[in-house]
């Protein structure tokens, strides 16, 4: 009967089951406040909101706005929005982005778009953060490939690189796809030209409309080196992230799936190499799987270590992860063809994530040993149920995922709210 049903009314059956669990949770005392223009100013929000209301500034040494792109504070700048205003607007402008989603792939399972809208971090979707906006231009650009749609490719190249800096994760994702998807090699120049030059415009004007507003044209890199320690180092292990294990699950999700898209997308190279370049693949499903293996990079290599432990910080892992909709897209493309045999890499994932955060835990997450056990079985049973496939034979198990994720969204929301760090 689910599967009747348009994407809107899915869409509203998700909104009322999220509202009802936000109220109900009220009700039980486990929530304690509802959003509001101030306790929903969260984090990046604040920086956001100050580059709307007062411009780009560039204090040296010191944490500033000039640290993110420009797109998403003018718009709200330019709506004259409420924090709350452009929280709502930044939902709906996620519900595009899953419905251009939604139509790359044909006769998706409704039962999949809800579980896809479950997600717990999916809650930057609807916070002042520019999460929404980047995830409904590279949906755009996901479904242009589909349809290859080059204008629609160049529309979303440019608001994705005015957003985000795409020239560092979705440039060389780009090239990988196009490389190993395109038939011809003049195919192959052509679309990466096309993308190299529209990610540079885009950048380019984001760093000029930042270091002409700040009277510092390095204001951009200086912010993300100097205050943000984004710089190259080797990775020191056992991983971890900021507030121990409270978000270190969900991070360690993130993990996870990063891992077993950088061992998918060798093996693609390989079997390519070995085929003499004859094999020509899924280009979104590339795009997808190379976007989240850069992510992976950037996290060991370029993401910073606690100032305390000197240890490489996964912090915010989970959101580059599961707001993207690459994850999304794979989600849809695993579970709508399930001749994919990726079983063998999900086992492989789970055990290089436990190798490289640590077992059993206990170092990185201050818990005793039992504790710590207890916390990594319950996380490899949430990995679990996430990916087991869902046929019609499964509603009891559907339900109890959505209505798990449900939950969780609802609650780190309400963490949010309380100003506790989620990504």
């Known amino acids: 009967m689910l599967n009747r049903l348009s994407f809107f009314k899915v869409l509203i059956i998700h909104f009322i089951v999220l509202i009802s669990a936000f109220c109900g949770l009220y009700l039980l005392g486990v929530i304690k406040s509802f959003p509001t223009s101030l306790n929903i100013e969260q984090w990046d929000a604040g920086w956001y909101s100050s580059i709307a209301s007062e411009g780009y500034i560039y204090k040296e040494n010191i944490q500033s706005n000039t640290g993110f792109f420009p797109l998403f504070p003018f718009l709200w700048s330019s709506f004259n929005f409420s924090a709350l205003g452009i929280s709502i607007f930044n939902y709906g402008v996620f519900i595009f982005g899953v419905l251009f989603l939604t139509k790359t792939i044909s006769n998706l399972d409704n039962k999949i778009i809800l579980l896809s809208l479950s997600f717990p971090s999916l809650l930057f979707m609807y916070v002042p953060y520019s999460e929404a906006l980047f995830f409904m231009s590279a949906s755009l650009y996901i479904y242009g490939n589909s349809i290859d749609s080059k204008k629609i490719k160049v529309i979303s190249l440019l608001i994705m690189s005015l957003t985000r800096p795409t020239i560092f994760f ?141 240890l490489t910080s996964i912090l915010s892992l989970n959101r580059y992860v599961f707001c993207s909709p690459f994850f999304i897209y794979l989600f849809y493309y695993y579970f709508k063809n399930t001749q994919i045999k990726i079983n063998k890499v999900l086992i492989s994932a789970v055990i290089i994530t436990l190798i490289l955060i640590g077992f059993p835990f206990y170092s990185v997450i201050e818990l005793t040993y039992l504790n710590s056990l207890l916390f990594v079985f319950g996380m490899i049973v949430f990995f679990i149920i996430q990916v087991i496939p869902r046929g019609k034979n499964r509603l009891i198990l559907f339900l109890i995922t959505y209505g798990m994720n449900v939950f969780l969204q609802v609650y780190l929301f309400q963490s949010f709210l309380k100003g506790n760090w989620i990504g």
């Open 170 to 310: 979705f440039l060389p994702a780009v090239i990988f796809s196009e490389i190993l998807s395109s038939s011809t090699m003049k195919e192959k120049f052509k679309d990466i030209f096309i993308s190299v030059v529209i990610i540079l415009l885009g950048t380019g004007i984001s760093f000029f409309i930042i270091g002409y507003n700040s009277a510092n044209f390095f204001a951009y890199s200086d912010s993300q080196i100097n205050n943000w320690n984004h710089v190259f180092s080797l990775p020191q292990f056992p991983l971890t992230t900021w507030r121990g294990y409270r978000i270190l699950w969900l991070d360690s999700f993130g993990l996870w799936i990063v891992v077993s898209s950088l061992i998918a997308s060798f093996v693609y190279f390989i079997k390519t190499i070995k085929s003499k370049w004859k094999l020509v693949y899924n280009k979104n499903v590339l795009l997808s799987l190379s976007y989240l293996s850069m992510i992976f990079i950037y996290v060991m290599f370029f993401h910073g270590k606690e100032k305390e432990s000197g």
